[in-house]
């Protein structure tokens, strides 16, 4: 627990930092911590450290931990593809979904979000620098897709995320994400009411919180190097 504790207040302190560097308020900037591959021991671990919000990509792996964690108030927020078999399942159990590139995969969401829980909070994967093998909608595709989303009853449109391919040069990290912040600025201009860049990881959060975003996804820097995990879904 220690060893958790001791890298959410380093993760901390660098979303600070980057805060103060921005100039602006570290309440601008939420923290996500992704525990994908790790247990339910490890989040509540991370839970008992003040940590709220976690992120997962395996979609039935994610499931069977949430209902081992049901006594905790905590938030989900899948950040994997999610295939059309999937749907039901991701609707019935997450608050937010960050990988939505197909009007079907969001159509289907709506339609299966229980009507007792709040809508699902989304946000358009955008493959903003057009790598071939990366999920996303092209950046010329997206304000079509986010006014049809947007229309859905059961979601709420929040914003944007990006996976950008690694780049070492902080200049270039910072310039990929500004690309993505101009996109989010443009639909805000055309009317949207968004509120949420979901971008930046452990290697480029700086980069990405100087950029605009408002919230990192942490994973390697919170929990470690990934365990194998034997089967993912």
């Known amino acids: 627990m220690t060893t958790i504790r001791n890298n959410l207040q380093r993760v901390h302190q660098r979303i600070a930092d980057a805060c103060a560097q ?39 792996e994610a499931v069977e931990k949430i209902a081992l964690l049901r006594d905790l108030p905590l938030q989900w927020h899948c950040i994997g593809p999610v295939q059309s ?91 990929l994400h500004m690309r993505t912040r101009a996109l989010f600025d443009q639909l805000r201009e055309a009317g949207l009411p968004l509120d949420t860049l979901s971008m930046g990881m452990t290697a480029d959060l700086e980069a990405a919180i100087l950029a605009g975003s408002t919230m990192v996804r942490v994973g390697t820097a919170i929990f470690g190097g990934r365990p194998p995990l034997s089967s993912r879904a």
């Open 22 to 60: 921005a100039q602006r308020p570290v309440t601008d900037v939420t923290l996500l911590a992704v525990s994908k591959t790790f247990g339910p021991d490890a989040v509540r671990q991370a839970y008992e450290a003040g940590q709220s919000a976690f992120g997962e990509n395996y979609i039935q």
């Open 85 to 175: 078999n999937k749907t039901r399942l991701v609707a019935g159990h997450f608050d937010w979904v960050h990988s939505i590139d197909r009007l079907k995969t969001a159509q289907r969401l709506s339609e299966q979000r229980p009507p007792e829980l709040a809508p699902l909070q989304v946000c358009i994967q955008v493959n903003i620098d057009g790598g071939a093998t990366k999920a996303g909608v092209a950046p010329k595709d997206v304000a079509a897709l986010a006014a049809e989303i947007a229309a859905l009853p059961r979601l709420k449109l929040r914003g944007l995320m990006t996976i950008p391919e690694p780049v070492d040069d902080f200049a270039a990290q910072r310039a």
